[in-house]
Structure formats: C-alpha cells, structure tokens
C-alpha cells in the first residue's frame, strides 16, 4: 500500500482491499501487507507546499507509523532525490520485497496522475505479473457520477451540489465507510523487523513556533475525529451564524487534517449527517450548511478533474487572462507584510503567524490583492500555498479565481468588496484585528476600521501604522475599468 496524501488507516478504500488481498493465502502464510510512503521534495516544491504543511505531514507519517505498528504492518519509508526517481524508487521496493500487488489512492492533479501512469506501466511492462490496483477515493462521489442532464461536469457549484447531494441522499453506497485494514500475522514483525525500528522523520524545518503548531495542530488520526465529534456536537449548529466572524471560534478548523488525508471528507459528512438526523439539505441550519462548505471542497475537486488547465496557471475562464495586472512590487510585498494601511486586510497577518487563516479573511484579502491592488491572483494563489498548514490545489485555485471573479461560479466582476464595510460587518468590534495588528490595540471600536480618517493626522503617526495605499474607490474603479476592457465590455 503506497499512501500519499491519504495518512489514515480508518476509512481508507486502497488501504483496506489491500488487506483483503494479503490474506489471499490464508492465515500463517506469507503474503504480508506492506505500507510505503515516499518523500519527494521535489514534488514539494513543484506545489509550492509550505513548510508548516510538510512538518504536519512528517508528524502526522509518526503517528501514521504507530498505527501501522499496532496491526503489525510495517512502513517502509524511502527519499526520492528528484521527482523523476519516484518511479525507480517504486520499482525498487517491488522488486527488492518480492512484492506481488501495488495499492494507492488515486490523486486528481495533473503531475501526480502523470506520475502513477509511469509506475503503473513500469511495475506491469517490466515487472511482469506485478497487479496495480487505484482506488478513488478522493471524491465523495466519483467525477463521472455528477454530471448535467447532457452528460457534462458541472461548472456551477449550485446546480452541482443539487445533483450531487441527491446522489449521496438515494444511493448509500456513496457514504458507506470502508472498514479497518486486518492485522498482519504477528511474523511479520519478525520478517521486517528493521522497519519496525526505524523512525520516520518526525518534524521538516519551518519558521513558526515548533511548540506553538504542535499545540494548534497536533498530529494523527485521534485528534482529527476527537475534533470533529467535538465539533459536530458542540458548535455545528451555530455554524450558519458563527462562521463568518473571524474572531469566534465558529468553524472546524478541520481543513489540515481534510488535506493531509488524516480524515476523508466522507467521514466528515457521515458525522454531520447523522447529527442532521439523516439529512443532507435539510434540517438542522448550522449542520446542513457545514455539510454544504464541505460540498464546496468536493466541488473544487471535481472542476480539478473536469478542467485541468486550473491546475496549469490558466484561468477558469479564458478571457480573464487579457487583464493587465499590476507589477507594483511594492504593493505585493505591503500586501504580505500586513502594511496595507487598511487594519482588517492586515489582520491577514494570522496566515503567516498560524498557517491558518479564516476563511473570511480568505476572501476579503484575496479579493483586495486582485481588485484593489490589480496584482495576478496568481501571486496570491502561490504565496497562500507557500504558508498555509492547510494548502490544497484545488480549494485554493478556487478560492483565488472566484474572489478574483476569474474562476466557476457566482462572484461576478463588478463585485467589489469594500474593506471598510468588510470590517464593520464581521468584526464590528475589531477584536480580530486588535489581535493580529496590535498597533492599533488601543483604538475604540469606532476608530479601529478606519484611523487614518478616525484620528487627526498627529494621533495617527503615534500609531506607526501606515496609511491606506491606496484609495479604495479610485482602485475600484480602475480595476473595473480594465476588467471590463479584457472582458470585452463598453
Ligand atoms: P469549515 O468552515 O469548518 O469547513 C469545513 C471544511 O469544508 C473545510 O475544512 C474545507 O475542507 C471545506 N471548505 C469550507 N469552505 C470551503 C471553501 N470555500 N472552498 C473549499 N472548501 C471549503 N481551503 C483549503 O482547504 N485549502 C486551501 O488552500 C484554501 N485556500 C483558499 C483560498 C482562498 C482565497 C479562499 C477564499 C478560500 C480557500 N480555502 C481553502 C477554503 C476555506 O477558506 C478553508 O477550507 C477553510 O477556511 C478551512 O477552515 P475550516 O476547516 O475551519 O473550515
């Protein structure tokens, strides 16, 4: 069994007929289940992964291993030195373990199914009679079973999500959870001894507080469903009303363990479900709304497999890509600094200080770079990638091209988030920002949103804070006006 971005033993497809298959030759023979996993930095680097992200996986690989352990499984862990050696890497480990069938979780991205068509063909060209099985077991509902009355992917999150949560609602199979993997014969701790004893690397280097993440976001397959039981029972159905506002505590924070493959999102929704007594779209507010976000990973997954040019540095829609953006440098570099001069797009500081940040945040500071600023989203896409714990092509592609209005669905161009407005609304009493900008800690509710007009030009240089770089409707306006000349409108 090869994981990859799927580090759980629970729930798991690939993992579990991989059991079934050792057992073939019944008890005390000598067909064991063997676990690989392969570092590849190169693969890291081709992603943009954040060290944060690589560290929580090496953590999670630990507590991955001790899972493996207790079912007497044991993982061989190898370093791929380019991207490229994968395959070797692979065909090594076949050969070099007499190694008869090859398991994996199929993954959805361009390089990676790329990848796995190269393994695929070395172990069953030249390594006759090796069997590869791919399991899919990324999506809740496989790409080919949500489509259009015309047999088309959707490009459309709503109608996409109507389809889809009908399927999930009518055949159960969708949600049914995969069963634990069996426990090797107890030789097998004796055959493989030395990978009982190895350690895997239990941490990657990275600028945040060791303790500090370990503490947020600590590893493993207990923590991820200790976590979302605690989050189902306790704040679920306060979600529609809390999720919003940053400064509550209103969401899952569920998303590192979702990318890392420590929990499936299946998983997630079984545990929402059967809170919402056995509903989907319906029922209890807070739970079917939490039930539709998690539609929203799905439904970025599915447009990752349907148009992969949004995983090439394309636009979803072709004739954003006639936009001029600005190279003011500059701007971008104030814009990941936190120096922008207005306090609640600042206040995005939280990504570089936590690897997380909310997902209002998200938007508000997506959509200031893009309209505000006129700087490529796709700047922005990689800098996220570059410092979220919780990085993920596909959800962050789309988050970028839909504040950017480049992208599937309803944020249309003229659409333009008012940072001022943002901050009132969401953090009317700017606690959020008090705590990501502390300069500006001592303002009142009032005057925090907005010093540079709030205070008089004296109070305000006390505050080292910059002033607003630049004017928000000017902006506005010059983003529009060149949106609509790439667009084609008069
Ligand atoms: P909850 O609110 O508890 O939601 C539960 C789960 O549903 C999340 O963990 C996530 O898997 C999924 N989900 C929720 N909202 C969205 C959404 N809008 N799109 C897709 N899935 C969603 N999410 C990532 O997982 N990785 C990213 O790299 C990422 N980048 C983003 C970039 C931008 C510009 C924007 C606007 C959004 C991005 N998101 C990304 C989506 C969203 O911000 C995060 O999933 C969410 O903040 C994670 O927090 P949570 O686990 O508490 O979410």
């Not at 159905?237 to 899952?252: A, E, I, L």
């Not at 056995?278 to 497999?305: A, P």
Request: glycine share 6%; charged share 30%.
């Amino acid at each position: 069994m090869w994981f990859r971005n799927d580090l759980r033993i629970r729930d798991n497809k690939a993992l579990y007929a991989a059991s079934m298959r050792s057992k073939v030759g019944g008890t005390g023979n000598n067909h064991f289940l063997i676990a690989l996993y392969i570092i590849s930095e190169e693969e890291w680097a081709e992603h943009d992964e954040a060290p944060v992200k690589i560290d929580f996986w090496m953590r999670n690989l630990v507590t991955l291993k001790a899972s493996l352990d207790k079912l007497a499984i044991p993982l061989v862990i190898k370093t791929a030195r380019k991207k490229t050696d994968v395959v070797k890497v692979v065909e090594e480990v076949v050969q070099g373990m007499d190694v008869s069938h090859v398991f994996w979780s199929q993954e959805l991205m361009v390089n990676e199914k790329k990848r796995d068509r190269l393994v695929r063909e070395a172990l069953v060209k030249k390594h006759a009679g090796v069997y590869v099985e791919e399991h899919e077991d990324q999506l809740v509902v496989p790409a080919e079973d949500v489509r259009t009355k015309t047999g088309n992917p959707y490009a459309v999150f709503t109608p996409f999500y109507n389809t889809w949560c009908k399927l999930v609602e009518t055949e159960s199979h969708y949600l049914e959870i995969t069963e634990m993997p069996d426990a090797n014969p107890p030789k097998a701790k004796e055959v493989y001894a030395e990978y009982f004893k190895a350690k895997p690397p239990s941490s990657h280097p990275h600028p945040l507080d060791v303790d500090e993440m370990k503490r947020r976001y600590p590893a493993g397959e207990d923590e991820a469903h200790a976590r979302l039981d605690k989050f189902v029972q306790e704040k679920a159905n306060k979600y529609h009303q809390g999720r919003d506002v940053p400064q509550q505590d209103g969401t899952s924070v569920l998303s590192p363990y979702l990318n890392a493959g420590v929990l499936s999102t299946r998983q997630c929704i079984v545990a929402a479900r059967i809170a919402n007594k056995n509903k989907i779209q319906s029922g209890d507010d807070g739970l079917k709304t939490w039930i539709k976000e998690l539609g929203w990973r799905e439904f970025y997954r599915h447009i990752l497999v349907a148009f992969p040019r949004v995983c090439m540095s394309r636009a979803f829609q072709p004739k954003t890509e006639q936009v001029q953006w600005s190279d003011n440098d500059e701007h971008f570099q104030r814009w990941t600094e936190g120096k922008t001069g207005f306090p609640i797009v600042d206040a995005g500081k939280q990504l570089k200080a936590t690897g997380y940040m909310h997902n209002r945040l998200r938007m508000i500071v997506a959509c200031f770079l893009v309209k505000d600023l006129l700087i490529n989203w796709q700047r922005g896409e990689k800098y996220f990638m570059n410092n979220l714990i919780d990085g993920d092509l596909a959800s962050n592609n789309g988050g970028w091209q839909w504040s950017a209005s480049t992208g599937t669905d309803s944020q249309p161009y003229f659409r333009v988030f008012n940072p001022l407005l943002q901050s009132q609304r969401y953090d009317p009493k700017g606690e959020y920002i008090r705590r990501w900008v502390p300069e500006l800690k001592s303002l009142t509710d009032k005057q925090i949103h907005d010093p540079s007009q709030a205070l008089s030009p004296k109070d305000f240089a006390k505050l080292g804070y910059p002033k607003p770089i630049v004017d928000h409707a000017k902006a506005k306006a010059r983003y529009l006006e060149e949106f609509k000349r790439a667009l084609g409108f008069p």
